[in-house]
């Protein structure tokens, strides 16, 4: 699994980094760690109460079904948001508290500053949901994907 991704901004965020002023239009996102497990567990079971059922159709099939379609960040958010099952508001806030303890990191190269609840809402809405969603095609789905691989 991969350890870290960047996700580009479409429009700067402004925050401050040693006092000083800086504006950053990259974010990276970490893998998830265990003292979010809580909340990453969450959010798995979200996008799995999200996944389409069919009647006929056993659930491996369902994982190689998206596995197949390369789902990207946006069908995700998608996905998640259009099942009546899954309270959009409380995914939402377990995911900006994912990303602001240790997850998402402002700026580039050795200057990453981390996200704090602060700097994640000054950013544009359709930014922090297409993050969420590549926090959860990067890191999230992806565990879902291997482990129905070894199963």
Partial sequence: MRRSVTFELSEEVEYTRDGNPETSSTVTLKAPMAK????????????LLALPKKKDQPPKTEQKAVED??????DVMIMIGSCPDVDLASFFDCAKNVLCHGV???GEGDA???MSSVIFDRLDFDDCQNMVGRYMTSFTIRSVLDSQKKS
């Avoid at 979010?36 to 996008?47: A, G, M, P, S, V």
């Avoid at 379609?69 to 946006?74: F, N, P, Q, T």
């Fill in 36 to 47: 979010n497990r809580q909340k990453d567990l969450f959010l798995k079971q979200q996008f």
């Fill in 112 to 114: 990453l500053e981390p």
């Fill in 104 to 106: 998402a990191y402002v």
């Fill in 69 to 74: 379609e390369k789902i990207d960040d946006e």
